[in-house]
């Protein structure tokens, strides 16, 4: 596993990782209004699965980050 960096080195205008000491990792981006990370956790409202959506969450003390890895598909680099 990658070492997390330290959250005072985290890109500020991108999205990236960040641990929030759930124990995985989590996208986020710096909310310049709020002065904190905002995540995207997947949520669902019921037991089977059906009704999916994102909630948005604020994120005062994340314990690092890592960059978001290369997910450029192969095709697109024609």
Do not use: R
């Not at 205008?13 to 904190?36: K, V």
Request: net charge negative; glycine share 6%.
């Amino acid at each position: 596993m990658n070492k997390l960096n330290q959250m005072e080195t985290a890109p500020k205008n991108q999205q990236i990782l960040i641990d929030t000491g759930l124990g995985f990792l989590q996208m986020a981006h710096w909310n310049a209004l709020e002065e904190c990370w905002v995540i995207a956790s997947l949520n669902c409202n019921d037991g089977d699965g059906d009704d999916i959506y994102f909630e948005n969450d604020y994120e005062q003390n994340p314990v690092g980050w890592l960059p978001l890895p290369d997910y450029t598909p192969n095709w697109s680099q024609k």
